[in-house]
């Protein structure tokens, strides 16, 4: 009989003959490397008994042991084409990648021997006291995901008394947004600027009138952008868009490629369609690539609410953030409407030092467990947001599914914030962050 630890052991060593030739080096390692789970290659390797199953389906969300058990049962959940709609990211997908594998670059110092029973997670911000120092980004057209839309969203985040962001391709408006939420404060409004200045104006001063008290005002997005991923997604969605989609006003055998989002419309006067080049609201968005800084000081004009200048992510468009009165929000969109290669993480990296704490601090883009979020309130962020995780939950389960989303993530911080000592948010600072080898 053959002894299958001596062909285990044979194996491994003529592998690492190989991995010695100049010739075969580069062939030779990369087999090493893929066996290394197998031949348990070094004695202290920790041995994954049971791995992540992305194929495991949880029929409850109470099941879910983390977000990405959510993301699976999304995945089965919503059709292909809007699937990659959420999940792709731009050109090469770097940047979307990035988000998520540079937070390992940056290691936490732990802290012991102090009393952590009554920490306080909790962060006061536009006169409201939230639980917690996360929020939901603002997600156009949610009904793309599931019928509960940002109606369930809504309801969830107001539950548990976190901040949201309410995009202005929403399919309810702010004034039932701030409503579903009840006591938790109103929601951020995002803004996506118009061709026709009169109707940007009215939304945002709707989106004042109706409680908002901060705006998110998107300024990344110029140029093109070429999402490849998500069209050979499409490919192998073979639906009619018709049997979801509303048919364009201006063009009847086209439709529009995500369902709902005219909410924030409603109230604008036909007449302003037409100067506005298009009678679709989805189809009026001026091109990003016109704004300027003169665009920022014309909304500071017409709106009390707060700005953040959504998108940033260098350090010299931070300081003028600084120069001129506005927060920063940290953002390149999710990876998803350009691929420079940087992540978010690194951008606050560079960018909380130099600020120096003058202007409030929003960071988002693959911020996805507890430690995470502990680690960008240290290195200087005031409030962390995450898109896609409660998209998940949403796409998995409607409310219930965010409700769970929120659910794990307060846990994962409140566990992550006891664990580095701190008995409040005011005790993170730069000092418990240092970058990994």
């Known amino acids: 009989m053959i002894d299958p630890a001596s062909v285990k052991n044979n194996r491994r060593k003529f592998l690492q003959y190989l991995a010695a030739s100049p010739v ?6 990369e087999a090493l490397a893929n066996t290394a789970f197998e ?4 004695p202290d390797d920790p041995y994954i008994w049971k791995p992540y199953d ?21 995945h089965k959940n919503i059709p292909g084409a809007h699937w990659g709609y959420m999940s792709t990211g731009a050109d090469g ?25 009554a920490a306080d997670s909790s962060r006061e911000m ?17 009904t793309t995901y599931h019928a509960e839309a940002e109606t369930g969203a809504s309801r969830a985040a107001g539950r548990h008394n976190i901040a949201q962001g309410l995009a202005t391709n929403t399919t309810i408006p702010t004034e039932q947004a701030n409503k579903l ?26 989106a004042e009138r109706s409680g908002c008290r901060a705006m998110l005002v998107t300024v990344d997005g110029t140029g093109n952008r070429k999402l ?46 037409e100067d506005n080049g298009a009678r679709d609201a989805v189809t009026a968005e001026v091109s990003r690539d016109t704004l300027t800084w003169e665009f920022i000081k014309r909304l500071r004009d017409i709106t009390k609410m707060e700005i953040f200048i959504k998108g940033i992510m260098d350090v010299e468009d931070a300081l003028l953030c600084v120069k001129y009165g506005y927060g920063i929000h940290i953002s390149n969109h999710g990876g998803r409407n350009e691929d420079t290669g940087g992540s978010t993480i690194a951008s606050l990296a560079d960018i909380a030092p130099a600020v120096k704490g003058r202007v409030p ?24 947001g995450f898109g896609r995780p409660y998209l998940w939950g949403l796409g998995a389960f409607g409310e219930a599914g965010v409700d769970r989303v929120i659910q794990i993530v307060k846990a994962e911080f409140n566990a992550a914030l006891r664990q580095v000592g701190a008995t409040s948010l005011k005790d993170l600072n730069p000092r418990m962050i240092h970058k990994a080898l």
Not at 39 to 42: A, E, F, P, V
Not at 196 to 203: D, F, G, Q, S, V
């Open 24 to 29: 075969l080096a580069m062939s030779a390692r």
């Open 39 to 42: 031949l348990q290659t070094r």
């Open 54 to 74: 992305p194929n495991y389906i949880v029929e409850k969300p109470q099941d879910a042991l983390d977000i990405f058990e959510l993301e699976a049962v999304a």
């Open 93 to 117: 997908e770097v940047s979307y990648r990035a988000n998520r594998q540079d937070q390992n670059k940056f290691v936490i110092r732990s802290r012991r021997l102090i009393d952590v029973r």
């Open 126 to 142: 536009f006169g409201h006291k939230y639980d917690m120092p996360f929020f939901l980004c603002p997600v156009g057209r949610l």
């Open 181 to 206: 939420r009840d006591k938790a404060g109103p929601v951020m409004f995002q803004l996506y600027q118009q061709a026709n200045w009169e109707i940007t104006k009215l939304i945002v001063q709707r």
């Open 228 to 273: 490849s991923s998500l069209e050979r997604q499409r490919r192998d969605d073979t639906r009619l868009c018709v049997t979801c989609h509303a048919v364009s006003k201006t063009n009847p055998k086209q439709t529009l490629r995500n369902p709902g989002g005219m909410a924030m419309f409603s109230e604008v006067p036909a007449a302003l369609w």
């Open 361 to 384: 601090i929003f960071v988002d883009g693959g911020f996805y467990r507890g430690f995470d979020i502990v680690k960008a309130l240290a290195m200087g962020a005031t409030m962390v």
